[in-house]
T-cell receptor
């Protein structure tokens, strides 16, 4: 069965500092991997996804993530945090052979950005 | 930009009552999903729907739950007899294809069962 673990339910960084949100997955088949962001009172918005092309994936708002098969990781990074990045971030995995297409989510990481 | 919409944004109901949560997926999308998030917990998959049939459902999606696409635009989740533990945020999502295709999420309906 697939699963996702996000290390750190809360991460706090200063404005301008590096953002690193960790995600590890477990999957018996090559997965599709996603990062979603949720701003207060809004739905989940896709930041980026890995679908077996380039292992370094660039997304919106300056975020990127690297798929590392050997480490079963898909960590999200941004070189310089902005106040507007404060939100909850969810890592998710999908089984490419699954007919239903369901996403399995991690617990989420709340990112705070200090001025 | 097209978006998924959900109504109502908040619903309060008494235990044992039926509720219907409504979603309007993006118009050319073919795959539809419901997820829920109990406060403080993970977003959990409930059901996926394609071609007027359930494609997959989770263990959570028992006989108390049903989904329907009553017309060409709406996608509904019905809970027949609500329990306290059904209190959660319910998200609808849609995608053009499945698998690697992006699922677009609505803003959610917060359901409170008293």
């Amino acid at each position: 069965a697939q699963s996702v673990t996000q290390l750190g339910s809360h991460v706090s960084v200063s404005e301008g500092a590096l953002v690193l949100l960790r995600c590890n997955y477990s999957s018996s088949v090559p997965p599709y991997l996603f990062w979603y962001v949720q701003y207060p009172n809004q739905g989940l918005q896709l930041l980026l996804k890995y679908t077996s092309a380039a292992t370094l994936v660039k997304g919106i708002n300056g975020f990127e993530a690297e798929f590392k098969k050997s480490e079963t990781s898909f960590h999200l990074t941004k070189p310089s945090a902005h106040m507007s990045d404060a939100a909850e971030y969810f890592c998710a995995v999908s089984d490419r052979y699954n007919q239903g297409g369901k996403l399995i989510f991690g617990q989420g990481t709340e990112l705070s950005v200090k001025p | 930009e097209p978006e998924v919409t959900q109504t109502p944004s908040h619903q309060v109901t008494q235990m044992g009552q039926e509720v219907i949560l409504r979603c309007v997926p993006i118009s050319n999308h073919l795959y539809f999903y419901w997820y829920r998030q109990i406060l403080g917990q993970k977003v959990e998959f409930l059901v996926s729907f394609y071609n007027n049939e359930i494609s997959e459902k989770s263990e959570i999606f028992d006989d108390q739950f049903s989904v329907e696409r009553p017309d060409g635009s709406n996608f509904t989740l019905k809970i027949r007899s609500t329990k306290l533990e059904d209190s959660a945020m319910y998200f609808c999502a849609s995608s053009l294809q499945q698998g690697q295709e992006t699922q677009y999420f609505g803003p959610g309906t917060r359901l409170l069962v008293l």
